[in-house]
């Protein structure tokens, strides 16, 4: 089994699940129980906190910005996500600022690429570095980058400073274990999973009820939820990090680090949900 923890350039340890903010901001009515949320899963220790100023046109963004406020920032380990026509040059820079603006901080944590765009690998790799020596970013890394493309990154220059990749999985959606996963464990760059409930299994059918999946999280007490992202984060260098709009939900998220799946129960998992024999196209919502 993986520690449940995970770390990153500079030998910075973030638990192995942290918190995604797609789709909060959307709705000003749900606000302060997006706030609550947030400020709850850093009180258990959910520290990895991941957004992007494409959602909700930056208002997910305001909300984390909200949450940090009263000297919660420091305990964090923030993240956002610039869109991929803003990924180079000036308007990197700009994206950059306004994300800080909204996120109420002076600096992130760490910066990805949200996915390629018309810029050039290099372009980005440079803005990024750019940022950096200008104080506004710690580190950068990418986001739904397959095995191709990050071969392309590490060969541009600077590109092996790239601090994780950020991709669609969950125990139906196995595709980067074929060889992306194991060569980013190889090359010691964290893998950010999201989507890792498969949006509450919206994204594979059956996947919360089957049986397989049922049975350990009945031998476990807990939900078929929580088995998820305990399958997930026993993964070598891989966190998960779910949405949780209510304090009940971060709760439930952040028990799963408290799980530990045998090796008989990874193997019928294993059965029911297979990995690919093949390559297969990233999966990417």
Not at 156 to 167: E, F, I, L, P, Y
Request: proline letters at 3%; one cysteine or more.
């Amino acid at each position: 089994m993986a520690d449940n923890n995970v770390v990153f350039a500079g030998q910075v340890s973030q638990p192995a699940i942290g918190q995604g903010t797609w789709y909060m901001g959307e709705n000003a009515r749900l606000r302060q129980k997006e706030v609550d949320a947030l400020r709850a899963g850093i009180d258990l220790g959910l520290t990895l906190i991941d957004t992007a100023e494409m959602y909700a046109d930056g208002g997910a963004e305001e909300v984390v910005g909200e949450a940090l406020q009263g000297g919660l920032r420091d305990k964090v380990f923030l993240v956002s996500k610039v869109y991929p026509w803003n990924a180079g040059g000036k308007k990197a820079i700009a994206a950059c600022e306004a994300s800080l603006r909204r996120l109420k901080t002076e600096v992130l944590d760490l910066y990805l690429l949200h996915w390629r765009g018309n810029y050039s690998l290099a372009e980005t790799v440079e803005v990024m570095e750019t940022l950096i020596a200008q104080g506004k970013i710690r580190r950068w890394g990418v986001s739904n980058l397959d095995y191709s493309d990050m071969q392309e990154l590490i060969r541009v220059r600077g590109g092996d400073a790239c601090a994780t990749n950020q991709v669609l999985y969950h125990l139906g959606s196995r595709g980067i274990e074929y060889d992306l996963l194991p060569w980013c464990q190889q090359q010691a760059i964290p893998v950010m999973a999201y989507c890792p409930l498969a949006q509450a299994g919206r994204l594979r059918d059956g996947l919360l009820e089957n049986s397989a999946v049922r049975e350990i999280a009945a031998a476990h007490n807990v939900s078929a939820a929580q088995i998820l992202l305990a399958w997930v984060i026993s993964h070598q260098g891989v966190i998960a990090i779910p949405k949780a709009s209510s304090v009940a939900h971060v709760q439930e998220n952040a028990e799963a680090l408290n799980i530990t799946l045998s090796s008989e129960e990874l193997v019928l998992l294993d059965n029911a949900f297979p990995a690919p024999g093949r390559k297969t196209p990233l999966d990417v919502v």
